[in-house]
Structure formats: structure tokens, C-alpha cells
């Protein structure tokens, strides 16, 4: 039974973080119908920005921080919240950019140029991933301390660790800021109608340009903060971590139904848990077999996902 919790522990921590990832996925696809093959290399170069600033020179960053074990706790705070301010400010810009500069152009074209033009910008952002950190894998100190909190309270067969509370910390405020800005604020109701009906939504007024660009910003803040959490929970990052993260990020996005934001948070922590499970007790060479299975079987039996619907097309 400690197994089993400590597997839904480690399960949940990494949900949460395809989970930020998954809603850059389903938000744009909700707007523009896109798949944003790009996204998950966002993601990457937040990962790689987060590195330059908390990394010291003597492995490969900036030192800005320098984040360890040794430094107090209301600098590293202050150090985690400014690396997330600036990461999640250069990915949104970053991902905004893509938009304007190779989307936007192709927005009335047939829908393969831009799929097509997704798939270029992923690959000129691993390239990109390379300039910044070379081709080797780039590991940083666990800056976090490795007690167990649970043994204050007398559990010693479970592990929870700071790093998979600050997973929590930071990602599930970032979740319920997004509902509430979609669910309650006029922006959020311009992006609710421009993915609705975009034709509709103009006639009544509703920027469109703004709107798609609006919802890239919030995408690409929403991957450079999974970038921060991620390099802070696994300590390594590498040009191609956003085809492994962004594979099972969208994959998670179609699983709980793509457009859905609830939905992509549900596919992403089912999908965690999947893969913990698998590597505890399976193999790990495995877990991708097993998680798009669970996909595949999902599909048959639901083909809009969980929590999708089956709409019309749009005109």
C-alpha cells in the first residue's frame, strides 16, 4: 500500500506538469483549430531560459541566482518567483511571435499550410535549444531540501519532498487563474465566442486578432512556467525535452477532449499516473507503449475524448 501511495504522489506531481503544458495544446486548437506542434519546444526554451538564470557559470548558465541548497529561504522564494516572471514573459512574447509571424498569414489558407508551418517552428526551436545549451543534457543542483516532510507527522514509508509540494504550489494557482480568467472575465468570454463561432464573434464586435493573440500569450506563459517547475523537479533539461513532454502533454490534451481545459487537465493526470505506474510495475521502457494505448483504447470507445463533445464544423 506505501508503494502504491508514493507511486500516486510522484503520478500526480507529474500530471500537474503535463497539465500546464496540455492547456497551451487545447486552448489554441479551441480558438483556431490548430495543432501547435511548437508548443512543446515553448516549453523547452523555458526550461533552458530557467536553467541560464539559476544555473551557475561553472555548468553552463548565467548564475543569476545560482538557486542551492544553501540559500536561504526568502532568497530562493524571491529567486523562483522573479525566474517564473521573466521565463513565463520571454515564452508567452516567444509564442505570441510564432503566431504573428507563422500563423497569422495562414489563417484563411487550407488547413495543412499551417499545420505544416507548426511543424517548421518546432524545428527551428530545437535548433534554437541547441544555440542556447549545446546538444548534451544540462543538470543543475536539486536546490530543494530532500527531508521528507511527511516524517514530522510520524510517516517514514511515504515520501512527499519539497520539490513535489512546490509542483503543487506553483501549478495548481496557475490552473484555477486561467478557469477564472476564461470563465469570468470579458476577455475570456471574447475567446469562449472567437472558439464558439469566430465569424459570429467579429460581428459582434470582438477583435479576433487580439484574441488568438491573447490566447498564444497565456499558451506560451503557461509552458514557460511548466519549464521553471520542470527543471526545478527533475533537475536536468536538453534541446529535444520538448518533443518527449510535448508528445504526452498533447496526448493528454486529446485524451480528456481537445478544446476542453478541463479535459486537459484530467487527461494529464490520468495519463501522470499511468506513467507511474507503468515504470514502478512495468518497465519504463514501457510507459510510452502503455500511455498511448490507454489513448487508443479511450478513443475507440469515446472518440471526442473524456470530456469532449462532438461539434459541427465550422464553416
Do not use: C
Not at 54 to 70: C, N
Amino acid at each position: 500500500m506505501d508503494q502504491i501511495i508514493q507511486t500516486l504522489i510522484i503520478g500526480l506531481a507529474n500530471g500537474l506538469i503535463f497539465a500546464l503544458v496540455a492547456l497551451g495544446y487545447t486552448l489554441v486548437y479551441g480558438i483556431i483549430e490548430l495543432i501547435n506542434f511548437a508548443h512543446g519546444d515553448v516549453f523547452m526554451i523555458g526550461s533552458l531560459i530557467a536553467f541560464a538564470l539559476i544555473a551557475p557559470p561553472s555548468v553552463g548558465g548565467f548564475g543569476v541566482f545560482e538557486l542551492t541548497t544553501a540559500t536561504p529561504l526568502p532568497l530562493m522564494i524571491v529567486g523562483i518567483l522573479i525566474t517564473l516572471a521573466i521565463t513565463m514573459a520571454l515564452t508567452a512574447g516567444l509564442n505570441a511571435g510564432i503566431e504573428r509571424v507563422a500563423y497569422r498569414p495562414l489563417r484563411h489558407a487550407p488547413k495543412l499550410a499551417p499545420l505544416i508551418a507548426a511543424i517548421g517552428m518546432s524545428f527551428v526551436l530545437q535548433n534554437v535549444g541547441v544555440v542556447m545549451a549545446g546538444s548534451n543534457q544540462r543538470t543543475i543542483e536539486n536546490p530543494f531540501p530532500t527531508t521528507n516532510l511527511l516524517s514530522y507527522i510520524g510517516i517514514t514509508d511515504i515520501t512527499l519532498t519539497v520539490s513535489q509540494v512546490f509542483v503543487a504550489v506553483v501549478t495548481i494557482p496557475l490552473l484555477f487563474a486561467l478557469s477564472w480568467f476564461v470563465g469570468t472575465t470579458k476577455q475570456g468570454r471574447a475567446m469562449r465566442a472567437t472558439a464558439q463561432d469566430p465569424a459570429a464573434a467579429g460581428l459582434m464586435g470582438v477583435d479576433i486578432n487580439r484574441t488568438i493573440a491573447i490566447t498564444f500569450l497565456i499558451g506560451g506563459g503557461l509552458a514557460g512556467a511548466a519549464g521553471v517547475v520542470q527543471i526545478l523537479y527533475n533537475n536536468v533539461t536538453v534541446w529535444d525535452l520538448g518533443f518527449r513532454f510535448g508528445l504526452i502533454a498533447f496526448t493528454a490534451a486529446v485524451l480528456g477532449g481537445i478544446g476542453n481545459m478541463r479535459g486537459a487537465v484530467l487527461g494529464a493526470m490520468i495519463l501522470g499516473l499511468v506513467a507511474s505506474f507503468s515504470d514502478r510495475y512495468v518497465s519504463a521502457n514501457w510507459t510510452q507503449a502503455i500511455v498511448f494505448g490507454v489513448l487508443v483504447v479511450i478513443m475507440v470507445f469515446k472518440p471526442t475524448g473524456l470530456l469532449g463533445q462532438q461539434l459541427a464544423d465550422r464553416a
